[in-house]
């Protein structure tokens, strides 16, 4: 490979130091590294990579040791260092986290304790698990492949070197994270103060400096999700819609029945006119920490079926006490229907036919 074909294979103008070929090699690399790339030409690439640098070192163009860099290997620099776990700073991208509250929980308010555990890329070898040593790899003399040997002799059927990957270049397992290319795992735990009125999709954003110990490496986005309730229901006007059944003779019979609201069981004295019944302010917040909406009872009166031979005798008795003797109703109301609805029968237009 030519040493311009090198530099641009590598991302870089000819002419580039030393220190700026490592760097966009230790980029391409923790990039193109089969171990961490599962795209087909991740091989390929990183062999590509790894003869480019080689023949750049081969050329003699670059100054192997610049003043104020002894032993020549650079730190990581680049887009991976913002993974390492113990650098701590306001830049680091937050933990996504995913938070399921009851309907209860979210319309209170309530604390949540979250723990978990941070995974990051090795900050001494960028997650690529070992250290590039430089020179050829004493395994394959730098060829990046081997021969496989059979019963029958040398074959022609060569095999990626595993001491250098394919690469052809010496390089040793990383001694901090013995060629996991992961940090030790951080754990953390956070107590979360979640306030009254989320809903899904809320996003919360908790400063990590508020945990005292097993503080999480950085903030954390909260995603809020709401689970289904068995019998609440959420509207988008902060009214909360409960369906309840109740007996169809204590219904009639005025009682009180008890009904669930957000806040627990509460009684509700039933009317036998009504079958909808709003209960002001005991609804879900219709902003964070603001007033609360309507809970609306729907009640479903339920009757015996088939009614019992008691039942239908008690009930008989009861419907004979609405009519007088004459057999019109009792009820002024009824009797004034029951004549309108004569005028109208009378005052029909003949049928055709
Ligand atoms: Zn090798
Ligand atoms: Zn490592």
Redesign the pocket.
């Known amino acids: 490979m030519g040493t311009d074909h090198a530099f641009a294979e590598l991302g870089l103008a000819p002419g580039a130091t030393e220190r700026e070929v490592k760097i966009a090699w230790r980029r391409l690399v923790s990039r193109w590294h089969p171990d961490r790339n599962e795209s087909a030409d991740a091989v390929a690439r990183m062999q590509r990579i790894n003869q480019a640098f080689e023949a750049l070192q081969r050329s003699g163009l670059l100054d192997r040791t610049p003043a104020g860099e002894p032993g020549s290997e650079p730190t990581a620099e680049s887009a991976t260092e913002a993974q390492a776990p113990d650098a701590p700073g306001p830049s680091r991208p937050p933990i996504h986290r995913k938070l399921k509250l009851t309907l209860e929980e979210a319309a209170a308010g309530c604390v949540k304790v979250l723990h978990g555990r941070v995974t990051a890329v090795?900050a001494?070898?960028a997650?690529?698990?070992h250290q590039v040593l430089g020179g050829h790899c004493e395994r394959c003399g730098g060829s990046g492949a081997l021969s496989k040997r059979s019963f029958f002799g040398w074959l022609g059927t060569a095999v990626e070197c595993e001491a250098c990957l394919g690469g052809g270049i010496a390089r040793q397992v990383?001694g901090?994270?013995e060629?996991?290319?992961k940090a030790p795992a951080h754990k953390y735990r956070i107590s979360v103060r979640i306030p009254p009125g989320v809903r899904s999709g809320d996003l919360l954003h908790v400063d990590s400096r508020r945990s005292r110990s097993e503080r999480p490496p950085a903030d954390l986005e909260i995603r809020i999700e709401l689970a289904a309730h068995a019998f609440f229901r959420l509207d988008d006007a902060a009214a909360v819609h409960c369906e309840v059944p109740v007996d169809g003779f204590a219904w009639i019979g005025e009682r009180t029945v008890t009904v669930p609201t957000l806040a627990g069981p509460q009684p509700l004295p039933l009317r036998r006119d009504t079958l909808a019944y709003r209960l002001p302010g005991e609804g879900f917040p219709l902003a964070r920490k603001g007033p609360r909406g309507d809970l609306w009872i729907t009640v479903q009166p339920v009757f015996p079926a088939p009614l019992s031979g008691d039942q239908q005798i008690l009930l008989d008795q009861l419907m004979a006490t609405g009519s007088r003797a004459d057999g019109q109703p009792v009820d002024e109301r009824l009797r004034e229907w029951n004549r309108g609805l004569k005028a109208w029968a009378r005052n029909l237009p003949p049928r055709p036919g």
């Open positions: 090795c001494t070898c997650g690529a698990g990383c901090a994270c060629g996991s290319g």
